[in-house]
Every structure is written in structure tokens, then in C-alpha cells.
């Protein structure tokens, strides 16, 4: 019964595909950038989808000729033969019916972007900044892990260390599927540098992840941007002081959802080049106005859901850093992990394959899978 209710979802998308197919030859939808997009990125989708209907058909196809053969077929050899690849095909049956369902869920339209991560020392002063470093140091060996790039837009250093806040931003391939899941309070148990008694004491620092929004995503008026240069400050050397590349960009933005006009202040002084900080300055602000749009979205699925996994509250705990036990705990799937050294080294990618595991649980459910 399962197979005909998939086979059934599937035999409805067939149409859709060749639709799609027709779609993006279209010169019309071609000069509609934004359209084009969306459309290239569900004939993938579906590509996929029907790349596994047509396996799906095949191992079913399997499986009626091996019975058929032994049924008619007096050849030990072939009875055999036919035996085998029985079994192999009901084996992969399941196994090619769960790919298909995790393929028929709607998937996150952001998950393919880019990503500008926030990280902001929070409760715990001087101790909460070195964990905000700490934090950007595991960010940057797990991305160097996955081969993606991250390049700093702007930087506070604390007092003791580590940052106050720390915006960078991270580039390669689907970024923001694998990242989102790091969004939320993070929160560490040790004993400070600054402790002369041993005492253990708990601090916290926030993580976003906001997916890069591209240029057609939002309409910004690029004429109504104040522009103001200033002299950078920190790594980079001498040169850097010597000339105004830092950049600052003010802009007044009226929120769809509230109504009301709120100025964005962003800054960047990425490079030692004005020009490519503003191409970066501008490029966060379509993010953080993209995100404030965005959120929306993504409240109406925190709304629906009983757990949240990706989504939903950013001011949340999350997970837990617990240093005299050597333990991280991520409270949203109940995981534990007792080597936080190698954790901290960059090696979160079975936390993030569980945290995926969750949410493809729940979206399975949603689409009643």
C-alpha cells in the first residue's frame, strides 16, 4: 500500500517536470531573473525526485520478473540468479521509498544560500567574549573542514580577548542548510581565566545565522543610503589606519510587518578597499532586511511545531558547553557528546547530521510521509 500512496505522489510531479523543463528555455522567463531562479532550482528538485521514481520503478519492475522466473523456471542456476536478485531488490525497496520521502518534502528555499553569521559574547563579561572567540575558532575549522570561505565584515574585541561581536561571512555550497541549525544561545560551563578560586562559572554567547539575500530578493532605494567613511582599526597593519576604507552605511527602512520606519546602521571594514567594503556593507544590509522579512516565515512554522530543531526563538538555549566533563549537550534533540575538545576543533558535523535527522522527522510528519 505504501508503494502505490508514493507512486501515487510521484506520477503528480511527472507533469510538473516537463512543465518545468519547458519553462526555463523560455527567453521570457530567462530575462525574469528572479523567476528564472526559482524555476532552475525546482527543475533540480525535481530532477532528483524523478531520477528516484524511475529507480523506484526499475527495482519494482525487479521484482515481478525475478517472482515470474520462479514460478516458470526449472533451471537451478537461473532459480538462483533469480533468488538473488530478489532479495537485493526488496532490500532496496525501503531504502529507495525513504530517499523519495525525504525528496518529497518541501524543502527550506534558503537552504542553498550563502550565510552572514553574528556572533555576540553575551552574559558572563570578559569570559562570555572568550567564548565568543572560541566559538568563531570551531566556525572556522569546520568550515575550512567543508572547503568554504569565511571572510570578517566587522569585529569588537573584549577587554580579556575574544569578541564582543564578530560578523562574518561564510560562502560555498549549501551553507545555509547546514548552518542554520547553530542559531540560538550558546552557553559554557568552566572556570574562568580570571578565577582564582576554581569557582566553575556559566556564560553565554549568541549565534545567527542569517541566510545572504541576493539582490532581487529585497527592493532597497540605494539613493537614500547615507554613506560615511572612517579610518579602520585592528589586524591589517600599518596601512590600514592611513586611509578611510571603513565604511558605515545608514539607511532609513520602513518594516512591512510592524508598520514602522527603523534606521539600519551597518558596518564593514573587511578590506583595505572602500569600494569593496561597500559592496560588502550593502550586501548586509539586503541581508538584515531580508532576514527581518524572513522571520516572519519563519514563525509561522515555529507556530505549527511542537519541537523546534532550526527554527524559531533565537533567544533560546540551545546548547551547552560543559568543560569539567568534557561534555556538549544540545538541549533541542537531547544530544551529548563527551570529547568537547575534538567538538571545539570544528567536529560538529554528527551534532548538525542528528539536529538534520530531527528536522526531516518533523517535516515528514507535516507532510503526512
Known amino acids: 500500500m505504501a508503494e502505490n500512496t508514493i507512486l501515487n505522489k510521484l506520477e503528480g510531479l511527472v507533469s510538473r517536470f516537463e512543465e518545468v523543463s519547458t519553462l526555463i528555455t523560455d527567453p521570457n522567463v530567462i530575462s525574469d531573473q528572479k523567476r528564472y531562479v526559482k524555476l532552475t532550482k525546482e527543475y533540480k528538485d525535481l530532477g532528483d525526485i524523478m531520477k528516484a521514481r524511475k529507480e523506484y520503478l526499475d527495482t519494482l519492475k525487479n521484482i515481478e520478473d525475478a517472482k515470474e522466473i520462479l514460478s516458470v523456471e526449472d533451471d537451478p542456476e537461473m532459480k538462483e540468479m533469480a533468488r538473488e536478485e530478489l532479495s537485493a531488490a526488496e532490500k532496496r525497496v525501503p531504502e529507495i521509498e525513504e530517499e523519495i520521502k525525504l525528496l518529497l518534502v518541501p524543502a527550506d528555499p534558503e537552504d542553498d544560500k550563502n550565510v552572514i553569521m553574528e556572533i555576540r559574547g553575551g552574559t558572563g563579561g570578559d569570559e562570555a567574549a572568550l567564548f ?18 569565511i571572510a570578517i565584515s566587522s569585529f569588537n ?49 549568541t549565534v545567527a545565522v542569517l541566510p545572504e539575500a541576493e539582490e532581487f530578493d529585497v527592493e532597497i532605494n540605494e539613493g537614500e543610503i547615507k554613506w560615511d567613511t572612517f579610518r579602520s582599526s585592528g589586524a591589517g597593519g600599518q596601512n590600514v589606519n592611513k586611509v578611510e576604507s571603513g565604511v558605515r552605511a545608514r539607511y532609513m527602512w520602513k518594516n512591512p510587518i510592524t508598520g514602522e520606519t527603523e534606521e539600519i546602521l551597518i558596518e564593514c571594514t573587511e578590506t583595505r578597499d572602500q569600494p569593496k567594503n561597500k559592496e560588502r556593507a550593502l550586501a548586509r544590509l539586503r541581508t538584515f532586511i531580508y532576514d ?4 516572519k516565515y519563519l514563525d509561522d512554522i515555529a507556530s505549527k511545531r511542537k519541537t523546534m530543531v532550526s527554527t524559531g526563538d533565537r533567544s533560546a538555549k540551545i546548547r551547552t558547553y560543559n568543560y569539567p566533563q568534557s561534555r556538549v549537550t544540545d538541549h533541542r534533540i537531547g544530544y551529548n557528546m563527551q570529547n568537547l575538545s575534538s567538538f571545539m576543533d570544528g567536529n560538529i558535523q554528527d551534532c548538525i547530521d542528528q539536529l538534520i535527522v530531527a528536522e526531516n522527522a518533523e517535516r515528514m510528519k507535516e507532510s503526512d510521509l
Open 157 to 205: 574585541e573584549g577587554t580579556a580577548g575574544g569578541f564582543k561581536e564578530i560578523i562574518f561571512s561564510v560562502t560555498g555550497e549549501k551553507v545555509y542548510g547546514t548552518l542554520k541549525y547553530e542559531s540560538g544561545v550558546h552557553r559554557v560551563q568552566r572556570v574562568p581565566a580570571t578565577e582564582t578560586q576554581g569557582r566553575v562559572h556559566t556564560s553565554a554567547a
Open 132 to 149: 565568543a572567540g572560541d566559538l568563531f575558532k570551531m566556525y572556522s575549522k569546520y568550515c575550512e573542514m567543508k572547503g568554504w570561505k
Open 292 to 295: 527581518k522579512e524572513h522571520q
